[in-house]
């Protein structure tokens, strides 16, 4: 695609069940980030895939949050047993290994009832 | 781990007036970006810098990496309405993998 694209755009889920969030990357870009941003607050890190290196799962909030990137390509972000806190817009980027410019998607916003 | 302070965190302006925003990073940086994001959008590359004293400007725009590569700053002159949003510093240490962190952000208003 052209862009970086995320899904759903809009997620609303009760308190307690589990949830994932898709990105798809720029075609070629090796590098994909998670990020996640609270009304009105900056980009809290959560995981970082580069190409096949091990991801670097140090933002991770919590063993509630895990992702994956398969092929390459694809990456899915999961929360379990999901609390009111996890309430967010969840951003993810990509970009060439060494590129300067991490593309974002339109992001998914999470909220938690 | 690493960290990036960015300050302020909230900037109102009078149309006209300058503007200016500061990142400061824990650790030696291989190279910083600068986004912005717009209200109810999402973050937009603006620039890199990668050398040590590196100044690069984009019209009113200004941005200067430190010459120990820890801190950076951006300095928009004369703001304007369309300089609306909140301006990010991403730091990106290559000794870990690579990957960018955000500062906080530095929330913008400009009054007409």
């Known amino acids: 695609g052209a862009g970086v694209s995320q899904s759903p755009s809009n997620k609303v889920t009760e308190k307690g069940k589990d949830v994932e969030l898709r990105c798809d990357p720029i075609?070629?870009?090796?590098?994909l980030y998670w990020y996640r941003q609270s009304l009105g607050q900056g980009l809290e890190f959560l995981i970082y895939?580069?190409?096949?290196?091990?991801?670097?799962k140090s933002g991770l909030p919590s063993d509630r949050f895990s992702a994956e990137r398969t092929g390459g390509s694809v990456s899915t972000l999961t929360i379990q047993r999901t609390q009111q806190e996890d309430s967010a817009v969840y951003l993810c980027?990509?970009?060439?290994?060494?590129?300067?410019?991490?593309?974002f998607g339109q992001g998914t916003r999470l909220t938690v009832v | 781990g690493q960290q990036v302070m960015q300050i302020p965190q909230y900037q109102h302006v009078q149309e006209g007036e300058d503007f200016t925003t500061y990142c400061n990073s824990s650790?030696?940086?291989?190279?910083i970006q600068w986004y912005k994001q717009r209200p109810g959008g999402h973050p937009v590359f603006l620039i890199q810098?990668?050398?040590?004293?590196e100044v690069k400007k984009q019209k009113r725009l200004t941005f200067q990496f430190g010459e120990a590569k820890k801190n950076s700053s951006l300095h928009i002159t004369a703001t304007q309405t369309t300089d609306v949003g909140t301006y990010f510093c991403a730091g990106r240490d290559n000794n870990q993998g690579g990957k960018l962190i955000f500062g906080q952000g530095t929330e913008l208003s400009v009054k007409p």
């Open positions: 895939f580069q190409g096949n290196s091990a991801p670097d």
């Open positions: 650790t030696t940086l291989s190279n």
């Open positions: 075609s070629g870009h090796t590098a």
């Open positions: 980027a990509s970009s060439f290994r060494g590129g300067p410019e991490a593309f």
């Open positions: 810098l990668v050398k040590s004293g």
